[in-house]
């Protein structure tokens, strides 16, 4: 099974901005159709869908962090990003990013801490 590793999380204070990078162990062909995401959990609540983009550039985000948050991926490179604005308290958790939807393959998490 692919395995996927996150990076770029870490502590900013609210308005500011990180980008999130998943890598996978595999890269996939330019007419993939497996879908690619985003979630989080935050502490004491249920892991939460973020972003998902799927092949031809489909995306789809919570409304929570619409127009703030950018999903993209990389075929070639085998990985995707979650480009995150204007960051709130509330948007503090681990995040995970996933291929495959729930049922596929997961990263082992990142903390993104914002500051109030």
């Known amino acids: 099974q692919v395995r996927l590793e996150e990076a770029g999380g870490g502590w900013v204070q609210a308005g500011g901005s990180l980008t999130l990078v998943c890598t996978a162990s595999?890269?996939?062909?330019?007419?993939?159709?497996?879908?690619m995401g985003w979630y989080r959990q935050a502490l004491g609540k249920t892991r939460e869908l973020v972003a998902r983009?799927?092949?031809?550039?489909?995306?789809g985000y919570a409304s929570s962090v619409k127009g703030r948050f950018t999903i993209s991926r990389n075929n070639a490179l085998g990985a995707w990003y979650l480009e995150m604005k204007d960051l709130k308290p509330e948007d503090t958790a681990v995040y995970f990013c996933?291929?495959?939807?729930?049922?596929?393959?997961w990263g082992q998490g990142i903390q993104v801490t914002v500051s109030s």
């Open positions: 983009t799927s092949t031809f550039g489909v995306t």
């Open positions: 595999q890269t996939f062909s330019s007419t993939s159709r497996d879908a």
């Open positions: 996933n291929s495959g939807g729930p049922g596929g393959a």
